[in-house]
Nanobody, 116 residues
Framework: QVQLVESGGGLVQPGGSLRLSCEAS????????MGWYRQRPGNQRELIAT???????TYGDLMKGRFAISRDNAKNTIYLQMNNLTPEDTAVYYC??????????WGQGTQVTVSS
């Protein structure tokens, strides 16, 4: 059974930082392209970043700079470091594992709220 479990979300003040984690189980983690997405209220889910098995990273529009994705294959875990957060970053953040259309898995999401 595949599980992706996100953690690290919560309430943060504008200008603050958070680091999200996503631990995977039930997959051969090192082969998967892993990613972070978010869904802001009233919006579609959008790409933040992906990281390949060889740690090549890609970022969605306007995401690079304040967000940084990384992975630890020994821990089956990816991370998202988020800096200088603004209220517009308030969203549910989702972890994704992809190895083709038949191997496309999502976590349950973790809420990030940026507010003073």
């Amino acid at each position: 059974q595949v599980q992706l479990v996100e953690s690290g979300g919560g309430l943060v003040q504008p200008g603050g930082s958070l680091r999200l984690s996503c631990e995977a189980s039930g997959i051969t983690f090192r082969f998967y392209i892993m990613g972070w997405y978010r869904q802001r209220p009233g919006n579609q889910r959008e790409l933040i970043a992906t990281i390949s098995d060889s740690k090549i990273t890609t970022y969605g529009d306007l995401m690079k700079g304040r967000f940084a994705i990384s992975r630890d294959n020994a821990k089956n875990t990816i991370y998202l470091q988020m800096n200088n957060l603004t209220p517009e970053d308030t969203a549910v953040y989702y972890c994704n594992a992809w190895l083709g259309t038949a191997s496309d898995y999502w976590g349950q999401g973790t809420q990030v709220t940026v507010s003073s």
